[in-house]
């Protein structure tokens, strides 16, 4: 029979086996179902990644909210912004040139992202109001068998695929605070992160509880225009200047100077439009943004003269903000590094906090009555709505069952800490693979650029499992295991690792960073441009010979219409 042959016998064997060669050229593509979790811009980028890479193949995102967007969707609290300049916070492949301010808003990014879901006509791969609830790994199929809870009309489905691709996001699963009491409170209860559209805080007393980076963007919003509002503070942060007065002391600053903002630092009609028009100038002004933002790095290494002097500026800065208050300053100015948790722009907060309606409360809050909030001292504080600006659950457990042939990854990340590989694979979970896991770099500047770039890892090792008669493939346990001892040992160096609490050390004083990587943002990039195929464990659809996908002598760039002499054009390219 044509392509058949007999592998000589193998010594120890016994037996002679049977070998088929594949009746296909090297470079054939097996047909693949690829599910992602989440239309943030992590699934929405990965939507056009794969369909710039690969062929053969479906693909579907289920997205549990009624609209595209994620974070941008969920997020739309008072002066709910983006710390990263807007011209950078966007897709490398997508600009867009006519963000209204330096900043950009919740609502504006939101818009953003719907805007390119319509004009790429991804909406055909998206499922809104679809939510995964279980998935399995089928060991004999090689594919993920999955349960989907329809929202809208209540039922349950099955799906399966042989990639499943996490873009669920780290902050995205709100809690409330643990407050005795808490839902016993007659006012208006109110979670950051699940703003009601219709609520009217005009007049009232208000408490927000934390002053974290959702805290400082709330309270100067809703400060003028509520009755009295008391702000209640457990742990000091550093506030530092808006970033744009820090793109302006540095390399950003050349082109900064020939950018035309107001006073809110939104840009004039004029600046808007010489962006569209000018392209050069354009791209230039983002370069020299994006450059900037890629060198603040260095800021978080501790105990360098760099670090001392930014750190001093900022005391200085809280502390003329504060107007000297020594109440204040003894409560908000922070005796631990300065980087240690998430810095905050917090355009306004300190100033509003001296505002006749604003009153601070530092002590503890013992538990929350029908009439608003007890204190440590015994003091009730009578409000008619509470803002608990309180954050999420960053533990990276996953919301719903994920079983791989070892187990539940709910339970290994409850029982252990969370461990990833390069932040996107883990160890015994075949064809699964995340956008942001643990210790990714989520506090390097714009998520944009890092989900590309995550993407395009992901799609090339797809596409390897697509052309390589790769049926399953996961990281070492021991790859995942020296890249968390290096990432641990490599952290003491930075400000993660200070003693202060921080959701990038899940929520504790002095525990390991999890959710940070251990070096820069161009660090991160130049790390994922290599495929280290030593790291990971596979499983061939063929057992006894891997390399049954060469095929039957031809390649697939010498049919149809590739060029076969591609070879000749570029002959120095690596």
Not at 440 to 465: D, M, N
Not at 470 to 487: F, G, N, Q, R
Not at 554 to 560: I, N, Q
């Amino acid at each position: 029979m044509k392509g058949h042959i007999s592998a000589p016998e193998k010594p120890g064997d016994g037996e002679t086996t049977t070998y088929n060669i594949t009746e296909a050229p090297l470079g054939s593509t097996r047909h693949l179902r690829i599910v992602g979790i989440g239309a943030g811009m992590s699934g929405i980028n990965m939507i056009r990644t794969l369909r710039l890479n690969v062929k053969d193949y479906d693909h579907v995102v289920y997205e549990k909210n009624p609209e595209i967007g994620g974070t941008w969707f969920e997020n739309r609290y008072p002066g709910c912004k983006c710390d990263v300049p807007s011209h950078n916070y966007q897709f490398s492949w997508r600009h867009n040139p006519e963000w209204s301010g330096f900043f950009s808003t919740a609502s504006e990014i939101q818009d953003y992202l719907c805007r390119v879901c319509d004009e790429e006509g991804m909406r055909s791969v998206i499922r809104t109001s679809h939510q995964v609830t279980r998935a399995q790994w089928n060991e004999a199929t090689g594919m993920w068998n999955l349960e989907v809870h329809d929202l809208e009309k209540d039922t349950k489905f099955h799906d399966s695929c042989h990639f499943l691709l996490d873009g669920s996001g780290i902050l995205n699963h709100w809690k409330w605070p643990e407050i005795p009491g808490l839902h016993s409170f007659q006012g208006q209860l109110v979670h950051s992160a699940d703003w009601p559209s219709h609520f009217n805080y005009a007049d009232l007393t208000v408490a927000v509880i934390g002053n974290g980076s959702s805290g400082v963007q709330i309270l100067p919003e809703m400060q003028r225009d509520v009755k009295h509002l008391v702000h209640f503070v457990r742990e000091p942060t550093w506030v530092v200047p808006s970033r744009l007065q820090l793109l302006a002391q540095g390399a950003g600053g050349g082109v900064l100077s020939e950018v035309s903002m107001d006073e809110n630092s939104d840009f004039t009609k004029a600046q808007i439009e010489r962006f569209k028009s000018d392209p050069v100038f354009y791209k230039k002004f983002v370069k020299a943004v994006e450059e900037v933002v890629n060198g603040n790095f260095p800021l978080t290494l501790k105990d360098t003269e760099f670090a001392a002097t930014l750190q001093q500026r900022s005391a200085e800065y809280m502390t003329d903000a504060l107007e000297d208050d020594k109440r204040l300053c003894d409560a908000l100015i922070p005796g631990f590094s300065l980087g240690c948790r998430r810095l905050t722009p917090g355009i306004g907060y300190l100033q509003a906090l001296k505002k006749p309606n604003v009153r601070v409360v530092t002590d503890p809050i013992t538990r929350i009555t029908p009439k608003g909030l007890e204190t440590k001292s015994g003091e009730l504080i009578q409000v008619d709505a509470i803002i608990c600006a309180t954050g999420f659950n960053v533990s990276f457990c996953p919301r719903f069952p994920i079983i791989g042939p070892q187990g539940n990854l709910q339970d290994t990340w409850t029982q252990q800490l969370p461990k990833s590989y390069m932040s996107c694979a883990v160890p015994s979970f075949p064809n699964y693979f995340t956008f942001l896991g643990p210790n990714a770099p989520i506090g390097h500047g714009s998520v944009f650029t890092i989900t590309e770039h995550i993407a395009k890892y992901l799609t090339r090792i797809i596409k390897k499992c697509q052309t390589e008669g790769i049926k399953a493939i996961s990281p070492s346990h021991a790859a995942v295991d020296e890249l968390y001892e290096h990432t641990q040992r490599f952290m003491p160096r930075t400000a993660w690792s200070s003693n202060c609490v921080s959701w990038f050390k899940n929520g504790t004083v002095d525990g390991p960073v999890t959710a940070l990587h251990p070096g820069s943002r161009i660090h991160f990039f130049h790390m994922l441009e290599g495929f280290r195929g030593e790291d990971w464990d596979y499983v061939y659809f063929n057992k006894k010979n891997r390399f049954q996908y060469l095929g039957n002598g031809f390649s697939t760039k010498e049919e149809g219409k590739e060029d076969s002499t591609w070879y000749l054009d570029e002959p120095d390219k690596l």
